[in-house]
């Protein structure tokens, strides 16, 4: 399964004071709800306290007065040797002198309970409507504070946009190159103008070891050649020399095969150390068949056959020395881990498939054996040789790629795209 990339630096940056500004409107919303409700009890008690006062001091002259003018309050009045009046549970007649709150059910009511002589009174409130003011109140702050916190949502992610925007736009100049123009710039801010100084800095420090790196390669194999060309020529000199025992021109030409390995390696070297560029008046029509069967008899194989599956006239425009180092490599691929089965070439539309019947390359990504220096496998060579048809490819504009072939070996494609045509039909 493929993971999900990482939310972007605005959308953190949203989201963070968001949650920020959530907790502290929260925290203040709740304190706003717990001071009403505080105040609400406060104005209860007092309401309480001044009914049950005037109820005692009025029912001396009137029981009617006495009565609470709201439907949430009922009044008891306890005389010494009297049943308990209707609707008066036992446990509220019991309690203590003072203000209380008690659950009757799921029902919350205040109390109050007073004595006088020959009398207890007992005020009982309903918190019902309290209740529902609460719930109210509290749904009208919460909801604006949820409210004010998508608005902050929306104007930081807004904010955030616009100060990000110096660096989508340096990630984009990344992407294209920075060409002659340098990354920092005058007008940034503080923080992305040190991290665009950063970037020249590495740029140009990179620019300077590719340059040494390419320096040294090429003077290696410059140097290389005049001592290989020389010791080739006395190997070649031996190896006709007919009154010399068999076992010492077999030795001749075991020398000249090693210097052949060897001017291959340097040439591969001073080839990725100039970084070839296909020349326009060096490339002709190369006959593909023709190319794939000269690039196999340069490699000598023994015994190992090589199947074409090309249609006629298979025509492909490119440079022929780069184009042969390309199948030539893709082809000693084949052989060396193909533990001498067929080596088979196809060409499947606009690809050449290049397959041995190997072990292929097993759990390692295909991808990696195409850099530098890479190797697999007791066969490996010098790991130059895919680093190269990868690098010729991406200077020709073709694609090379790797894979486990379903019917098992390793599979080598080339996408030669629109520079191959087939005479004999219309073009790819």
Request: charged share 20%; hydrophobic share 40%.
């Amino acid at each position: 399964m493929s993971s999900r990339p990482p939310p972007s630096m605005r959308l953190k940056i949203a989201v963070s004071v968001t949650a920020l500004v959530l907790v502290l409107i929260l925290g203040q919303a709740l304190a706003l709800v717990f001071m009403y409700e505080e105040m609400e009890e406060e104005f209860i008690d007092n309401i309480l306290a001044e009914q049950l006062e005037y109820s005692i001091r009025v029912s001396g002259t009137s029981e009617q007065l006495a009565l609470p003018n709201t439907p949430n309050m009922q009044l008891y009045r306890l005389r010494p040797g009297e049943s308990l009046p209707v609707g008066l549970p036992p446990e509220l007649a019991a309690l203590p002198v003072g203000n209380h709150e008690i659950y009757l059910g799921k029902q919350e009511y205040h109390m109050a309970v007073r004595d006088t002589p020959g009398a207890r009174f007992i005020l009982r409130y309903d918190e019902s409507e309290h209740e529902a003011r609460i719930k109210a109140v509290s749904t009208v702050i919460i909801s604006g504070a949820l409210t004010l916190c998508a608005l902050v949502l929306i104007l930081v992610y807004a904010l955030a946009g616009r100060l990000t925007r110096g660096l989508e736009n340096l990630a984009y100049r990344l992407t294209q190159g920075r060409g002659e123009q340098a990354y920092a710039q005058p007008d940034m801010e503080g923080e992305l103008l040190a991290v665009a100084r950063a970037l020249d800095e590495a740029e140009l420090r990179q620019r300077d070891l590719l340059a040494r790196e390419r320096d040294f390669n090429a003077h290696l194999s410059h140097e290389l050649r005049t001592p290989l060309t020389g010791i080739r020529t006395d190997a070649e000199l031996l190896a006709s020399q007919e009154e010399l025992p068999d076992a010492a021109r077999r030795r001749a030409t075991r020398i000249m095969a090693a210097s052949d390995r060897i001017t291959s390696l340097a040439e591969s070297l001073l080839l990725l150390a100039r970084e070839a560029r296909p020349a326009s008046q060096w490339q002709e029509e190369v006959d593909l068949e023709q190319a794939l069967q000269q690039g196999w008899q340069s490699l000598t194989p023994e015994n190992t056959p090589l199947a074409l599956e090309l249609p006629p006239g298979t025509l492909l425009r490119a440079d022929p020395a780069l184009l042969n180092l390309v199948l030539r490599n893709l082809l000693d691929n084949a052989l060396k881990h193909g533990a001498g089965s067929p080596v088979s070439c196809r060409l499947q539309g606009r690809r050449l498939q290049v397959r041995d019947q190997g072990p292929g390359f097993g759990a390692t990504d295909p991808e990696q054996l195409f850099a530098r220096f890479a190797r697999q496998g007791p066969a490996a060579g010098h790991g130059l040789g895919l680093a190269l048809v990868r690098h010729i490819c991406q200077a020709c504009g073709w694609q090379a790629t790797a894979r486990n072939a379903p019917e098992g070996g390793a599979l080598l494609e080339v996408d030669f795209g629109r520079d191959i045509t087939i005479s004999s039909q219309t073009s790819h």
